[in-house]
């Protein structure tokens, strides 16, 4: 079984430029989640999906971030514009099911804004 | 706020020795409590998890131990091996999100 997907793995970026993370979740997976970890801290969810539906987007920054889940399958998250405090680690996981605990986090994309 | 705390950012220990990583939390709504362990430039994977209702779980060598009343949980690896070094998240959860701890980096020397 594939495990969760991310592109890109890094990322540098100036700060006002756009920028768009990807993620494939585990097939049959219809959970998906969106997390920001800054250095030393855990990981703080952004957003969740439960199949095409955003359930939980309480803590995304909605001025300058989005994100969308197409079919619910893959999703994207973007950040216009990048400010230099968006530099983090961003994660995305996928679980089975709404009250699925155990999530299968993706390698991350490491955002670093200059 | 910090729901979910680990105070100690780091913690080394001789291979073949207990390792002791600590977390507390303060929502009394937490049901289920989970730790991760994450290598470098990889995601957190998950290690074992207990509910509420228990206040053990066991898994070959790792053991998880719950104290609702205290509002604290710990892991317990027994014997640390050198592969065992990374970085260990305490996650609790309640019906709606889960929230993460700051990681104990563990380090298992030979």
């Known amino acids: 079984e594939a495990g969760v997907v991310q592109s890109p793995r890094y990322k540098i970026i100036e700060k006002k430029q756009p920028v768009a993370f990807w993620c494939n979740p585990i097939s049959g997976h219809n959970t998906l989640y969106w997390y920001r970890q800054n250095l030393g801290q855990g990981p703080e969810l952004l957003i969740r999906y439960e199949n095409e539906e955003a359930v939980d987007d309480s803590q995304l920054p909605k001025d300058r971030f989005s994100a969308e889940r197409l079919k619910g399958v893959d999703s994207t998250l973007k950040i216009q514009p990048a400010e230099l405090g968006d530099s983090a680690v961003y994660l995305c996981a996928s679980s089975r099911g709404a009250r699925s605990y155990e999530q299968y986090f993706g390698p991350g994309t490491r955002l670093t804004v200059t | 706020d910090q729901q979910v705390k680990q105070n100690s950012p780091s913690l080394s220990v001789q291979e073949g020795r207990i390792s002791i990583l600590n977390c507390d939390y303060t929502n009394s709504m937490f049901d289920y409590f989970l730790w991760y362990k994450k290598y470098p430039a990889e995601g957190p994977t998950f290690l074992i998890s207990i509910s509420s209702i228990k206040d053990k779980n066991e898994d070959g060598r790792f053991t998880v131990f719950l104290n609702k009343s205290a509002k604290h949980l710990s892991l317990h690896i027994v014997p640390s091996q050198p592969g065992d070094s990374a970085v260990y998240f305490c996650?609790?959860?309640?019906?709606?999100?889960?929230?993460f701890g700051a990681g104990t980096r563990l380090t298992v020397k030979p």
């Open positions: 996650a609790a959860s309640d019906n709606n999100d889960m929230r």
